[in-house]
């Protein structure tokens, strides 16, 4: 079945520097690829996805760049601001349809 | 719209204690899911309902059970606490099981001492 690796497990930047988080996946046939933040207390959000038949999608400071050849995608954010800080998961469907989530990388931006 | 509802907020049950986490959804999605997260772990599917009528195990789906009431409500349901289930779970669903995108809830915590 579908496995799903993130890293780093926790990652601390300072204001207005980029960050990137990768996850690498193992099912081949996978074709959906979405990154959700959760604030602390908070319940997960959907912040940007991409399919398989692209290779990166940008909205504003953040993106998503897929590789499917290596298996791996990952979530880049520029310019960095302190309300970016929060834990960010990556997942990947299985064949069933039901979405793989990654173990989470908890951001910390440095004022 | 209120999106996915989750009640209650806050629970905390001694070990053997039995109780039902309740969730709703108002976007007439037909997939619906329960996460538990549990630090450094993710979000792990305990049961899932691809539409309104059936319903399937995911990855933890010991100690649980669920019912897929009608469209809106799936409930998870726990008979007999233990402390390995104390951590907070998540109510989500999707407007079908191959649309992807999944809304969630607020989330429970749940303390079992």
């Known amino acids: 079945g579908e496995n799903v690796e993130q890293h780093p497990s926790t990652l601390s930047v300072q204001e207005g520097d980029s960050a990137v988080i990768k996850c690498t996946y193992s099912?081949?046939?996978?074709?959906?690829f979405p990154w959700y933040k959760q604030e602390l207390g908070k319940r997960p959000q959907l912040i940007i996805d991409i399919r398989s038949n692209v290779g990166e999608k940008k909205d504003q400071r953040i993106a998503v760049t897929l590789n499917k050849t290596a298996k791996h995608f990952s979530l880049h954010i520029t310019e960095t601001q302190p309300e970016d800080s929060a834990v960010y998961f990556c997942?990947?469907?299985?064949?069933?349809?039901?979405?793989?989530f990654g173990q989470g990388t908890e951001l910390s931006v440095k004022p | 719209n209120a999106g996915v509802t989750q009640t209650p907020k806050f629970q905390v049950l001694k070990t053997g204690q039995s109780m039902t986490l309740q969730c709703a959804q108002d976007?007439?999605?037909?997939?619906m899911y329960w996460y538990r997260q549990d630090p450094g772990m993710g979000l792990r599917l305990i049961y899932y309902?691809?539409?309104?009528?059936?319903?399937d195990k995911g990855e933890v789906p010991n100690g649980y059970n669920v019912s897929r009431l009608n469209k809106r409500e799936f409930s998870l349901r726990l008979e007999s606490a233990a402390p390995s289930q104390t951590s907070v779970y998540f109510c989500a669903s999707s407007a079908g099981t191959y649309d992807y995108e999944q809304y969630f809830g607020p989330g429970t915590r749940l303390t079992v001492t």
């Open positions: 976007m007439n999605h037909n997939s």
């Open positions: 997942a990947a469907p299985n064949q069933g349809g039901k979405l793989i």
């Open positions: 099912d081949s046939a996978s074709n959906y």
């Open positions: 309902s691809a539409s309104e009528g059936t319903t």
